[in-house]
């Protein structure tokens, strides 16, 4: 694990800081480690339009989550695999990271998928290996509340249950991303002393930016990265604490994890949704003390300014490109690859 540091302080290096953000967000390698858009299968993706202007390279988009159940997952997987096929010249399904590294040279978005929990799997631990072979990447065990698998962190957090403990071990054993984001801190402990490879939190922040229960704490982000893992800042307005998802609170999230862990353990979830609406229809998932009002949603829109706040805030070429995709590069290398031949 890098040794935690202070955030660089703000500066101005004049005009070329604009043209330096542009140059650098194309040639950078730029990793959305979270699409949260509503995963169903009769989705329109055309919006993807949005990841692609602004030159993201890799986007991991969620194909199913706990409030359906797993035949919604496998339709919507199946639904989504048809539509990018369809449009060869744009995208590119990935089996590993080579994969994205081509795709990024031919000027195509490379594109991997994830489970936001447990549910997806039906109970049944050898769904984990046909969910891989269409494309899943990253597994989430739980998404807010307790599963079959563990404790959500908006629940009663059971900690991590004997089917948890098996699906940690397939994971490893596929080479599937774990993803701790929605789950319980105790769950998430669990997993991370279960687990023989890195953990990610795709796309949570620190509680000590905004203490919202889908946030995590310095002993979750510490742990980690001492694991080899990392954190994946969120875009999300209420998880900023900021209703109106401004590029400045994104920013200052990257600030505070880095100050708590070092910039090569802090990567890139934006979940960024198509159409944020209420959370009604499930008030059990999305307790109403913790998600009323109207937040914003961070854009892909946005990068190009965030690009530019982090050089004033004097963060290096080479600190931009490790936050932005080089470190999920690095734990997809580890996970995905190595363990490519168990499929």
């Not at 009769?42 to 797993?70: A, C, K, M, Y």
């Not at 946005?302 to 004033?312: D, F, G, K």
């Amino acid at each position: 694990m890098a040794e935690t540091q202070t955030a660089p302080s703000l500066r101005d290096d004049g005009d070329d800081i604009p043209a330096r953000a542009r140059a650098l967000l194309e040639d950078a390698l730029v990793w959305d480690a979270h699409g949260g858009f509503t995963s169903k299968p009769d989705q329109t993706l055309d919006e993807l339009r949005i990841w692609e202007r602004n030159h993201v390279d890799f986007l991991s988009v969620n194909v199913g989550f706990d409030i359906h159940p797993w035949e919604f997952a496998i339709r919507t997987v199946a639904a989504y695999r048809h539509w990018f096929a369809a449009r060869p010249e744009r995208f590119v399904l990935v089996e590993n990271t080579a994969d994205i590294l081509r795709a990024k040279n031919d000027g195509k978005m490379a594109i991997a998928f994830d489970l936001e929990g447990a549910v997806a799997l039906g109970g049944q631990l050898s769904m984990l290996q046909l969910y891989r072979r269409m494309g899943v990447r990253q597994m989430h065990f739980v998404y807010n509340l307790n599963n079959e698998a563990g404790g959500g962190c908006q629940d009663d957090d059971q900690g991590l249950t004997d089917f948890g403990r098996d699906l940690v071990r397939e994971c490893n054993r596929l080479g599937v991303l774990l993803d701790l984001s929605h789950t319980g801190e105790r769950t998430t402990m669990e997993i991370m002393e279960a687990s023989s490879l890195p953990v990610v939190f795709s796309h949570s922040n620190p509680k000590a930016h905004t203490d919202h229960p889908r946030n995590i704490t310095d002993g979750q982000m510490i742990a980690v990265a001492a694991r080899g893992g990392l954190v994946g800042v969120t875009g999300v307005g209420r998880f900023m604490g900021d209703p109106a998802a401004r590029s400045e609170s994104f920013v200052r999230a990257i600030d505070m994890a880095v100050e708590r862990v070092g910039i090569d353990h802090v990567g890139m979830g934006i979940d960024y949704t198509f159409k944020p609406g209420a959370y009604s229809r499930s008030p059990e998932t999305w307790p109403a003390q913790h998600y009323t009002g109207t937040f914003a949603y961070m854009s892909p829109d946005q990068l190009p300014e965030i690009t530019e706040l982090l050089l004033r805030r004097g963060y290096s070429e080479a600190d931009i490109r490790a936050v932005y995709g080089t470190n999920f590069l690095r734990i997809a290398e580890q996970t995905w690859d190595a363990q490519s031949g168990a499929a």
